[in-house]
């Protein structure tokens, strides 16, 4: 019977030391990396034959559109369900992501990337939740253009990669960035244009960032991030120097 | 006089609609959801969401949504909710709209609408292919909004337990357990609503995310909530076969142009078009499933021998395609690593709706009082069969309906959340625990994600598109059997801490009873009837049958009460075609 080899970095909680565990489960075609991870659960065992218990991760849509299952996959941050085992090297060495604190195995928890839109304001205010008629027109171009932005699902993959964002440092990080830039093109959203540079400006802001420019290179989305970066940065100078003469 | 207490129990789309309702309404609002909010399954959602605007020179109006709305559900759905929604769709897309949804426009900076299944009017509002995720993001930040001016408190990654029923019966409240610390603690409130989404996940391989097991539903329902219609699966006809999912390609597909076929003698064979002429390949899906299912399974025509049927791209505009149907294209590609602008993409039927849920009235208060339900796991709106991006709309609308509903309630009790006698939360608290320490404790044989496993394939092969009342049965004993099965598995993990395998243990459990619901409803309705479809009694039957099926809980078996009729208005039943035009 034809199988697949992992080796999974494990730790029992926050305040546990990470080990290594390797496993073998039977390969079924079209495989992924979380049908591996559901494979160890029917025989949680380890390759030496002890038995453990099943690895902790977190998944939920399975087609690469909420963002749950990131994991660093070969030393690659991506999404474990769109990771199909046929082109990657054996055996698979699973981690969690580095940069954020560890739940459990390969769980982590993100909630301050969540904090992070909190700052910046990532919302349009409306007026209310009922019908007080049609939004603004616009063009299919600039659809086209935030939709680029809006599909970002907070996965993580981009500060997973930047060398600026860690633990010690308060960057917010790059999908903020890009939020900001969403929010700031809409027709309504820019009414509070200046607040969200604001935010940008204080800690953990946009002179965080060091322009590595590894935030787009790993998006799954490939959102452009480096775009937004540069015109959200000239955006900061201007609102700078306007504030200087007000 | 003090603030008003609503818990919501689910942060998907209608889950947070009913949150800002709520809070909107000026009561204190807490969220328990077992993903953080924005993972949801509303951003699994692809093609769209449904509103008459008539803005294509077609002719649309209210009252074509809402007929083709009761037409397509085969008249099951009570007409005075369906009227309410269709007449709430266009301000809801307003809504949307102004908070930011990027919704493709037209040259005039309109909103374009497209074409969907069951309907002859473009009326489809769209994101590109990832509609459910872009709406559920909109409403993900209205909540960071709301949570930043402290009027609404997120619990993410707490799981829902139970409700609290104080001594007359009336829901005060839930108990909920925190998956990581895995704290229990109960979460007083003057109303609930449950917006927990479908049961797709009793199934296994399905279209749904892997969180969707109906727990909460069924937990309420084994508390004393009434079941409605639990027969009533929709099978979304295109999905992506897959082991651990069944990656839905969404019905805008073909609303856009995608052609259905299989190879018969050497040439394409566009079944659908062929048999459906007035609709083609965009008939409903109970009834496209059914001509798939029919193709392949029947007179053996599926694709080399295999169970999936073409579903055609290739001769679409490739500009149009990457702007109005790239997460689609993208999922597949991933996936199989075949690009879907070149080659067809192969798919096959998947479970993908609950038509069926928690009985509620025109209000979304269930048959416990205090307890309101919303979204998918309610069972109003769409009959015996949910038209394609309806579904958006009906979560939002339900979620807008309960919110309000459950502050109004709120406001006529006589002891507020503040005065309820705090034992009832202790017992509660108790009777959770000694679940916990009962599943902790299994020691047995069986593995229960095996057991899981079983349970996929007895519902996938028999309370499937075409049902037989023998194979209902047995796979009813079957479901005895796991059940029995389980009681004697093993729980590997028995860590304090983020126990994963505990709350699977706990949905697990609560499956069998979702399952049994399925079958023995199935079994119960000699009729067909949209979804329902059982050849040995292949027509629908309105003289006995135009009722809904509630369902009570027993140990032994459901209890059944078909005396609610359903409501018909100025739309009299007639026989259903996609065939021809009506």
Redesign the interface.
């Known amino acids: 019977m034809e199988t697949v080899r992992l080796k999974i970095k494990r730790q029992d909680g926050p305040n546990d030391l990470p080990y290594w565990e390797e496993f073998e489960v039977p390969y079924v075609q079209r495989m992924n990396v979380v049908m591996a991870l559901q494979a160890i659960e029917k025989k949680p065992v380890t390759i030496e034959g002890i038995p453990t218990v099943p690895v902790v991760w977190e998944c939920s849509c399975l087609e690469e559109v909420c963002g749950s299952c990131t994991m660093i996959i070969n030393g690659k941050v991506r999404q474990a369900c769109s990771a199909l085992v046929d082109s990657l090297e054996q055996p698979i060495v699973l981690e969690p992501m580095s940069k954020f604190p560890v739940v459990r195995d390969l769980r982590v928890d993100r909630s301050k990337m969540f904090e992070a839109l909190k700052r910046i304001g990532a919302w349009v205010t409306v007026d209310g939740y009922h019908d007080i008629g049609p939004g603004p027109r616009m063009s299919p171009a600039q659809q086209q253009k935030a939709y680029h932005f809006s599909r970002c699902m907070i996965c993580g993959c981009c500060c997973e990669a930047c060398p600026q964002y860690n633990s010690r440092s308060p960057f917010m990080g790059a999908f903020a960035i890009g939020q900001t830039y969403l929010f700031n093109i809409h027709p309504i959203g820019k009414i509070e244009k200046e607040k969200r540079l604001d935010a940008l400006m204080g800690e953990g802001g946009i002179a965080d960032c060091g322009n590595a420019q590894n935030c787009e290179s790993v998006c799954p989305k490939n959102i452009p991030l480096t775009e937004a970066i540069a015109l959200i940065g000239w955006d900061t100078t201007i609102h700078t120097i306007k504030k200087f003469f007000r | 006089m003090a603030k008003s207490k609503i818990v919501v129990v689910g942060g998907g789309l209608s889950g947070l609609?009913s949150a800002?309702?709520a809070a909107?309404a000026g009561a204190l609002v807490d969220i328990i959801s077992s993903?953080?909010v924005?993972?949801?399954?509303s951003?699994?959602a692809q093609g769209g969401i449904n509103a008459a605007l008539n803005t294509k020179g077609e002719g649309d109006s209210i009252d074509t949504h809402i007929y083709d709305t009761i037409y397509g559900g085969d008249f099951l759905a009570h007409q005075t909710p369906v009227k309410r929604l269709c007449h709430?769709a266009?301000?809801?897309i307003?809504?949307f709209?102004?908070?930011?949804?990027?919704?493709?426009?037209?040259?005039?900076?309109?909103?374009d609408l497209r074409l969907f299944g069951g309907v002859k009017k473009r009326r489809t509002c769209f994101?590109?292919a990832?509609t459910g995720?872009?709406l559920m993001?909109?409403l993900d930040?209205?909540i960071?909004?709301y949570?930043?001016l402290n009027l609404v408190k997120k619990y993410?990654n707490w799981e829902f337990c139970s409700v609290v029923l104080d001594s007359n019966g009336i829901c005060r409240g839930v108990s909920a357990m925190d998956r990581?610390s895995m704290q229990l603690r109960a979460f007083p409130a003057d109303a609930v609503i449950l917006c927990t989404g479908g049961f797709g996940h009793v199934y296994g391989t399905c279209t749904n995310?892997?969180?969707c097991t109906g727990y909460a539903a069924a937990e309420v329902y084994r508390r004393g909530a009434c079941f409605a219609n639990a027969e009533f699966v929709q099978f979304h006809p295109t999905a992506i076969p897959?082991?651990?999912?069944m990656?839905?390609i969404s019905e805008a597909a073909r609303g856009e142009g995608g052609r259905i076929w299989v190879p018969r003698d050497g040439k394409p064979w566009y079944f659908l078009e062929e048999w459906y002429p007035a609709y083609g390949n965009t008939v409903p899906r109970d009834v496209a499933a059914r001509a798939i299912w029919k193709v392949v399974k029947e007179m053996k025509l599926g694709v080399n021998g295999e169970d999936v049927v073409y579903l055609d791209l290739t001769h679409l505009d490739h500009e149009a395609l990457a702007?109005r149907l790239e997460?689609i294209l993208?999922?597949y590609e991933?996936?199989?690593?075949e690009d879907p602008r070149k080659v067809p993409m192969k798919v096959f039927p998947a479970v993908h709706y609950s038509m069926g849920g928690i009985w509620v009235d025109y209000e979304h208060h269930t048959s416990i009082k205090g307890l309101f339900a919303a979204g998918e796991c309610d069972y109003q709106y769409h009959g015996a069969n949910r038209l394609g991006a309806n579904s958006l709309l009906s979560a939002t609308h339900s979620g807008?309906i309960a919110g309000e509903r459950a502050v109004a309630y709120a406001k006529g009790l006589k002891t507020n959340w503040e005065n309820v006698q705090s034992s009832i939360y202790d017992t509660e608290l108790e009777r959770q625990e000694d679940i916990n320490k009962h599943f902790i404790l299994m020691d047995g044989p069986e593995?229960p994600?095996?057991l899981k496993?079983e349970l996929t394939k007895w519902l996938t092969d028999n309370a499937t598109i075409v049902r037989y009342n023998k194979n209902l049965e047995e796979t009813d004993n079957k479901i005895s059997e796991l059940k029995e099965r389980f009681m004697r598995s093993r729980i590997?993990?028995r860590?304090g801490?983020?126990n994963?395998?505990l709350f699977f243990m706990r949905t697990l459990e609560a499956q069998f009873e979702i399952a049994r619901l399925i079958v023995r409803s199935a079994i119960q309705r000699e009729e067909s009837r949209g979804s329902h479809y059982k050849p040995e009694t292949p027509k629908r039957d309105d003289e006995k049958w135009l009722c809904v099926t509630k369902a009570y809980y027993d140990l032994e078996s459901p209890r059944f009460d078909y005396s609610e009729k359903v409501e018909i208005l100025d739309i009299k039943p007639v026989p259903r075609r996609y065939d021809i035009e009506h």
């Open positions: 609609m800002l309702k909107e993903v953080p924005r993972r949801s399954h951003v699994c709430s266009p301000g809801i307003y809504m709209d102004r908070m930011g949804v990027t919704f493709n426009r037209t040259k005039e900076g309109l909103l994101s590109g990832t995720q872009q993001y909109s930040e209205q960071r909004r949570e930043a993410e990581f995310s892997t969180h897959g082991s651990d999912k990656r839905l702007e997460g993208e999922i991933k996936f199989t690593g807008m593995n994600h095996i496993d590997h993990d860590s801490w983020a994963e395998e």
